[in-house]
């Protein structure tokens, strides 16, 4: 059950259900002394012993088809454990709510001649319409309905209902779907000519294809390397055995350009989202489960696709924060891939242009197999990377978000008829609003975090909690009310402002969440930049990755520290990776290209090896910091998270916490690190105090013994709500 009970439990299959109470199957059982009729996952079915235990029966089932296979049902348990989460909710993760529910079925009543009836069927005396009915249904070659029976016999129901209380017909009651969707056709594409170090890189995958024990491989190229014609061709080899492929990408990034890359190239795909109905999801996850899909293309969640043939796993941009989630139960797709083809013995490739630190360090212990792809196609040169130091200089007048050299390379990539793409990681106008006159903030009521100012519509928007009010005219604090309130920070809005004002012959478009919220507009958006009908691209990270326009020969960041100092160990690799991706969107066609790194830290290791192109240059000076101070690679990490109404009775629970940890470590003479606790870098969210305590431990088992020993003995205030996050990637 995903609520109630963490553990198993037995129960009696009568005779009746036997054949149809099955592992990976939902079923109804009693519970409790009041045997409440509630429905529960069957896990294992045995033949045994139960001595002189009272079992109940199982009353029921609820599914006709299995939901979850062997190899499932186990990868399922081992996430459970791992992740700290109840058997129950990782089956409801994986299982989704559209297959639950039977989205796009109905119930029908469908309508058979028993075979003892077919065989003495000239010899049964009836009316001549009851006789025509049975006779019809007898050489039907599947079962009917009583409408679609009545309608082929031209008669109306009562000459069925007397055959059926004649018990000569059978009737039973059977869940059938009426969805439909149009599968994706496209006009097929050949195989393209693999340079020398794609055809190395695609055999070195088909020798782990090969393998009765495969390792997982790291895909470690450059942006432009052509990784995903690799993986086309792999996934082919993959079909031509007669098994499926998953490939997995940043929901993000699932842009029509991935979708005709894989359709113009498969005859049988499925594609997942997080846009689609539950009516498609489920009819995408029945054509999955048949077979009939060759490639499963999907962010997340598509790791759990019901695959019966699965031939391989491919996790595209690997490094992406958006394959964790934040949520029971808070898996990892890139861990979750890995334990999956580890149990259907089936390759799983890592590709990146800027591989996690954790991946990284696996394929150097020689966990996963290294490909490396240091070259653009065609040799093409990496373009060239320019950082501009924004702190202040009381030399130039030049105000705004976009610098005196940007500007310039703008003005010029414009004249020579290039496209442009800028990258600001904050949507909204202004970022802070504050009275200079007394020093209020404008502040979320929930979060007690500042505001931001969205134009279009006058607003200001908490981006945590979704609050909105109307931005204020004057200062609102009533003792003030200073008409002169600041607006200060740049947001996408205000950028998108500045570009019209300088460019105002260009056309342009902004893509972030704001403008994005439609299905099918970031579709558009694309495709009126793909076209050239719009020449600036202004936007978030959505736009920084596995985007190919040959024609943009310029990309400006235009501040590249908005998470560099984040309390958060990953914060310089998070900037370097998101630097070295946004940069790879230019120089792709024979052009070239060139890319402007805003920041007031140029000479933080994390922008420099970013601006050189150098991922080993990044890994060498990281890792021996996360190596000294107990950090992921090197060591496994626990955030645990409370939060509550009131301050003091999170940080008393936080604190009881802190030490029934240290408790437990020493009483099994092992060592847990801890960081806190501490309030959470945003400490109020949605009305709620939060505190946080980070746990750092080279024994696994250890750390996760201690959270259990935690939930068991520590008795949780009624108002305070905690978790523990296994390898948490949000530190904030």
Request: charged fraction near 25%; include cysteine.
């Amino acid at each position: 059950m995903s609520t109630g009970p963490e553990k198993t439990f037995d129960y009696l299959v009568p005779d009746e259900l036997v054949g149809e109470v099955l592992p990976g199957r939902r079923v109804y059982v009693p519970l409790g002394r009041s045997n409440r009729r509630v429905m529960a996952y069957c896990v294992a079915v045995e033949r045994k012993e139960y001595g002189t235990r009272k079992l109940k029966y199982v009353l029921g089932t609820l599914d006709q088809q299995t939901l979850l296979s062997s190899h499932m049902m186990q990868m399922t348990q081992w996430m459970a454990d791992y992740y700290l989460a109840s058997w129950g909710q990782v089956l409801d993760a994986v299982i989704p709510a559209a297959v639950r529910g039977n989205a796009g079925t109905r119930e029908v009543t469908l309508l058979s001649v028993p075979s003892e009836v077919v065989m003495r069927l000239s010899t049964i005396k009836l009316p001549e319409k009851q006789h025509k009915v049975l006779a019809t249904l007898a050489a039907a070659s599947k079962p009917m309905t009583p409408g679609d029976l009545a309608e082929k016999c031209g008669c109306t129901q009562a000459p069925i209902t007397g055959l059926r209380k004649k018990r000569l017909i059978d009737s039973e009651v059977r869940r059938v779907s009426h969805a439909h969707f149009d599968e994706i056709d496209m006009e097929r594409e050949p195989a393209k000519t693999l340079s020398e170090t794609q055809a190395s890189a695609l055999q070195t995958i088909l020798n782990q294809v090969k393998s009765p024990q495969p390792k997982p491989i790291l895909l470690h190229g450059v942006t432009g390397s052509g990784k995903t014609e690799v993986y086309i061709q792999a996934i082919q080899h993959v079909i031509d055995q007669g098994k499926q492929a998953i490939v997995l990408v940043p929901e993000i990034s699932l842009t029509p350009q991935t979708k005709q890359r894989f359709a113009s190239r498969f005859d049988r795909i499925a594609v997942l989202h997080s846009h689609m109905s539950d009516v498609e999801r489920h009819w995408q996850w029945k054509r999955i489960a048949s077979g009939i899909v060759n490639v499963v293309v999907g962010a997340r969640s598509a790791v759990f696709a019901p695959t019966p043939q699965l031939g391989m796993i491919i996790l595209d941009e690997e490094h992406d924060t958006s394959f964790k989630q934040d949520s029971v139960p808070r898996y990892h797709a890139r861990e979750v891939a890995a334990k999956r083809a580890e149990y259907e013995k089936v390759p799983l490739i890592l590709g990146t242009a800027t591989p996690s630190l954790e991946t990284f360090y696996r394929a150097q212990k020689g966990e996963y197999e290294l490909i490396a792809m240091p070259n653009r196609i065609g040799n093409r040169p990496l373009p060239a990377v320019r950082t501009v130091d924004m702190r202040y200089d009381k030399t130039t007048s030049f105000r705004g978000a976009i610098s005196r050299q940007l500007y310039h390379s703008m003005k010029r990539t414009l004249e020579q008829d290039g496209q442009i793409i800028l990258l600001l990681n904050r949507r909204g106008h202004s970022t802070h609003i504050q009275c200079p006159a007394c020093g209020h903030l404008v502040e979320c009521p929930h979060c007690e975090i500042p505001l931001t100012h969205h134009i279009t519509d006058g607003s200001t928007v908490c981006h945590y909690c979704d609050y909105r009010s109307t931005a204020p005219r004057v200062c609102p604090v009533p003792t003030c009310r200073y008409s002169g309130i600041r607006f200060s920070g740049i947001g996408t809005q205000k950028l998108e402002q500045e570009v019209k004002s300088k460019f105002s012959s260009f056309p342009i478009i902004r893509m972030d969440s704001d403008t994005m919220k439609k299905p099918g507009s970031h579709e558009a958006a694309l495709e009126r930049f793909r076209n050239r009908e719009v020449k600036i691209l202004v936007g978030t990270q959505m736009i920084a990755k596995g985007l190919d326009f040959p024609n943009v020969t310029l990309v400006g960041v235009i501040n590249a520290d908005t998470a560099l100092h984040f309390p958060d160990v990953r914060a310089g690799e998070r900037t370097f990776q998101l630097i070295t991706q946004v940069a790879g969107r230019t120089g792709r066609g024979d052009l070239g290209g060139e890319v402007l790194v805003q920041t007031l830290s140029p000479d933080h290791p994390a922008i420099e090896a970013a601006t050189r192109h150098d991922y080993a240059l990044f890994a060498e000076r990281e890792l021996p910091f996360r190596r000294d101070f107990q950090m992921t690679p090197f060591a496994h990490m626990v955030r645990i998270i409370a939060r509550g109404p009131t301050q003091p009775s999170v940080e008393l629970f936080m604190q009881r916490v802190s030490e029934e940890m240290a408790r437990f470590a020493e009483e099994n003479r092992g060592e847990i690190s801890q960081q806190g606790p501490a309030p959470a870098p945003i400490e109020k969210l949605r009305g709620n105090y939060r505190y946080h305590l980070l746990l750092h431990s080279f024994d696994r088992q250890l750390m996760r013994d201690a959270v259990v020993r935690c939930r068991e003995k520590i008795a949780v205030p009624e108002d305070v709500v905690w978790i523990a996050d296994v390898d948490p990637i949000d530190m904030m």
